[in-house]
């Protein structure tokens, strides 16, 4: 079946340092893929997207690009903050038919002063 | 622009009971999808409905149940409540049902459901 696979948390990291979560998503089909993050208390809010292979997403500083080659769609930052510290989810979900987005367990990121 | 909006937000119920939670998609959106979220790990999918009918339907037992309204709002049910159903209960608006190119899904805050 369709599954995504994230690194797993939690990733600690200082303020203005590099980051980079994995995620890779079985190949069935032809996925979008997505990035959510859920901050404390809160519900998932979309982050970025992509739709198709090679395309990059990318918002609030974070990019991610859609690999079908590795079947990866790793999201990175250059410089992260304190702001940033959330739990951050690495999402597929099938073309046609009806909708269902497939979830990894998430990664929580807490970054420090 | 309202976004995705679900009642109540949090809520306490006790074994056995039942819990119905609602929502209201974004304007203009037509499908409506329920996921469910236990502590630590991703949302799991419970339900799509797009104009009234079910889509979609996950791996949950049929004390699960869900309609939507004419007007595209929506309502999840559940039936003799187990404390496993303890989670945060997400719902999604999108304006298309399938996962086509662009077909953004929206979530809303959540109901967080405590079962004791």
């Known amino acids: 079946g369709n599954s995504v696979t994230q690194m797993e948390g939690p990733v600690t990291l200082s303020e203005e340092a590099f980051l980079t979560i994995n995620c890779t998503y079985t190949?069935?089909?032809?996925?979008?893929l997505f990035w959510y993050v859920q901050y404390p208390g809160e519900g998932l809010q979309l982050l970025l997207k992509?739709?198709?292979?090679?395309d990059k997403g990318s918002n609030k500083g974070f990019e991610a690009t859609y690999r079908k080659e590795t079947t990866s769609f790793h999201l990175e930052k250059g410089s992260v903050q304190v702001s940033d510290s959330a739990v951050y989810f690495c999402?597929?979900?099938?073309?046609?038919?009806?909708?269902?987005?497939?979830f990894g367990t998430g990664t929580k990121l807490q970054v420090i002063p | 622009d309202a976004g995705v909006t679900q009642s109540p937000t949090h809520l306490i119920k006790t074994r056995g009971q039942h819990v119905t939670l609602r929502c209201s998609p974004i304007s203009g959106h037509k499908s409506v999808s329920w996921y469910q979220q236990v502590l630590g790990q991703g949302p799991q999918f419970i339900f799509q409905y797009y104009e009234k009918e079910e889509r979609g339907r996950g791996n949950f037992p049929d004390r699960f149940s869900a309609r939507q309204f004419p007007n595209y709002s929506s309502e999840l049910n559940v039936n003799a409540l187990l404390l496993g159903d303890s989670a945060l209960y997400l719902c999604?608006?999108?304006?298309?049902?399938?996962?086509?190119?662009?077909?953004?899904?929206?979530f809303g805050e959540g109901s967080w459901l405590t079962v004791v």
């Open positions: 992509a739709t198709k292979a090679d």
């Open positions: 999402a597929r979900m099938n073309s046609g038919g009806y909708q269902k987005v497939t």
């Open positions: 999604a608006s999108s304006w298309s049902t399938g996962g086509d190119d662009g077909n953004t899904i929206y």
């Open positions: 190949a069935t089909g032809y996925p979008s």
